[in-house]
């Protein structure tokens, strides 16, 4: 009995220790990293979070918006590689149909 309620004071000291970490709300970089389950927007690879950066689909230079509907988590080479290109723009120069974020965001299955 006693361990259930050390380990509640434990998950609401935990939570505290978050909520003035973010400010009680999660940061952009946390959402986009869940929604495209830790993977590359561009390419699909799985990414850390310590490996992660935010790229813009449509630049700033050229109007684009910093909105959660505007940005993707991707790796630092496919994020470099865009440059101030479009989604457009870039898929032609790559010569893909489509990019992992695409498709939907289903994860590739995975052999054990």
Aim: hydrophobic content about 30%; glycine content about 10%; proline content about 4%.
């Amino acid at each position: 009995m006693a361990s259930k309620v050390m380990r509640r004071k434990q998950k609401k000291r935990r939570l505290t220790m978050q909520q003035l970490q973010y400010g009680g709300r999660p940061r952009m970089q946390d959402i986009l990293y869940v929604q495209g389950h830790g993977r590359c927007w561009y390419c699909g690879d799985k990414l850390r979070y310590t490996e992660i950066t935010v790229d813009h689909k449509n630049p700033v230079v050229r109007g684009g918006a910093t909105v959660e509907t505007n940005l993707v988590c991707c790796c630092a080479a496919c994020n470099a590689r865009k440059g101030c290109l479009t989604v457009e723009e870039f898929r032609y120069a790559e010569g893909v149909r489509q990019f992992y974020g695409e498709q939907g965001w289903l994860p590739p299955q995975e052999t054990l």
